[in-house]
């Protein structure tokens, strides 16, 4: 098969989907692979590295998508990018469409199938390829609030760890998932005081294993009100698979939060957990709603692109390898990620937002 791998133009997003040493495994496999010239140099791979690898390189993307069959990147495509798309292309990348509704009706409209990174499902629930960017996002977040609770940035002035003779500065981290549970796990290591809300009675374990700066508690709508209010810093980390985040933080209680906090909703590609929330970009990153700073940058991983398509990338090459084989419908995995099946919408979380 000829697999494409486009060069992402998603503003300031430096990952790219395959790293070298993933394509020469595709090529070893009998596959042709392309990559758009300059493809992975924000994340340190030149293009010596990829022709040394195999790939064949295009100039640019009208050539990439011209000539590829399976399209392979990171995040969805971009209006220029639709227009090079066609029915009998098998797109794979990241693609959020819940929170996309008009992307979907575009891509229906191509004709083409497209499976999502992030609905590839195991028959535990398992989603093998959000994983390790959720791993990233959780830890970017609290680097990220880290910082902007610094004074210059606009926030409260808090050493988010504390030091002796000051205060701790308070996390709530909403959803103990992977992302919520890095958050948690990098900050409670600052020395926070954290506090994380799931249903999951297991992974509210997991988290009080974290340290004993760490509370975990089931999201009683009285108890997250008032950890919200008092938060220093507010992650959100919710994910229902394919669905539209439910809003667990509303306007009025973003507006009772201090002058100065924090806010960084990591669910925001699925259209974001708390209301005040909206989408920015790492060209324009925040914004104030109410006093609180907001960061809903929809490609936080792409901050650290050597290390995020690394991990990527070593998660991808697997089922890029068996979407190449011919006879990739029989694995569940991968179809349990298809969103569009020849211009039809057939995930069922999204199906609920056409009926």
């Keep these: 098969m000829?697999?494409?791998v486009p060069r992402e133009i998603k503003t300031l997003e430096g990952r790219v989907a395959l790293v070298p040493?993933?394509?020469a495994q595709l090529v070893m496999e009998g596959h042709s692979v392309l990559v758009e010239q300059g493809a992975g140099l924000q994340s340190g791979y030149d293009d010596a590295r990829y022709h040394a690898a195999g790939a064949e390189l295009v100039a640019d993307a009208a050539a990439l998508y011209g000539g590829a069959e399976l399209v392979v990147k990171v995040k969805e495509p971009q209006p220029e990018e639709v227009a090079l798309l066609r029915d009998d292309h098998l797109l794979f990348s990241f693609l959020h469409l819940a929170a996309a509704t008009g992307l979907m009706q575009q891509l229906c409209a191509v004709g083409l199938t497209a499976v999502a990174f992030e609905t590839v499902e195991a028959d535990s629930g398992w989603l093998p390829l959000l994983a390790p960017m959720s791993d990233i996002a959780g830890r970017v977040a609290v680097q990220v609030g880290a910082?902007?609770?610094?004074r210059p940035q606009g926030g409260k002035g808090i050493l988010l760890g504390?030091?002796?003779a000051a205060e701790r500065g308070r996390v709530v981290i909403l959803g103990a998932g992977v992302a919520g549970g890095n958050a948690a796990l990098l900050a409670a290591a600052m020395g926070a005081e954290v506090t994380?809300?799931?249903r999951q009675r297991d992974k509210l374990e997991r988290m009080r294993a974290l340290g004993n700066n760490v509370t975990a508690l089931h999201p009683y709508p009285d108890a997250l009100h008032e950890a919200v209010v008092e938060a220093d810093l507010l992650i959100g980390a919710v994910l229902i698979t394919g669905k539209r985040a439910p809003h667990l933080v509303s306007a009025d209680t973003v507006r009772e939060m201090g002058e100065g906090s924090a806010i960084i909703d990591i669910a925001v590609d699925q259209g974001g957990c708390i209301e005040t929330t909206?989408?920015?970009?790492?060209?324009?990153?925040?914004f104030i709603v109410d006093g609180v700073i907001h960061f809903g940058v929809t490609n936080m991983p792409g901050a650290v692109p050597r290390s995020a398509?690394?991990?990527l990338s070593a998660a991808l090459i697997p089922y890029v390898s068996r979407l190449a084989s011919g006879d990739w419908r029989a694995d569940a995995e991968l179809s349990r990620g298809i969103n569009v099946d020849g211009g039809e919408i057939i995930h069922p979380a999204l199906q609920e937002l056409v009926i």
């Design 309 to 311: 398509s690394q991990a």
């Design 162 to 164: 504390g030091l002796p």
């Design 21 to 23: 040493a993933a394509v």
């Design 147 to 150: 910082h902007l609770l610094h």
């Design 278 to 286: 909206r989408p920015t970009t790492y060209a324009d990153p925040t």
């Design 196 to 198: 994380v809300f799931d």
């Design 2 to 4: 000829r697999i494409g």
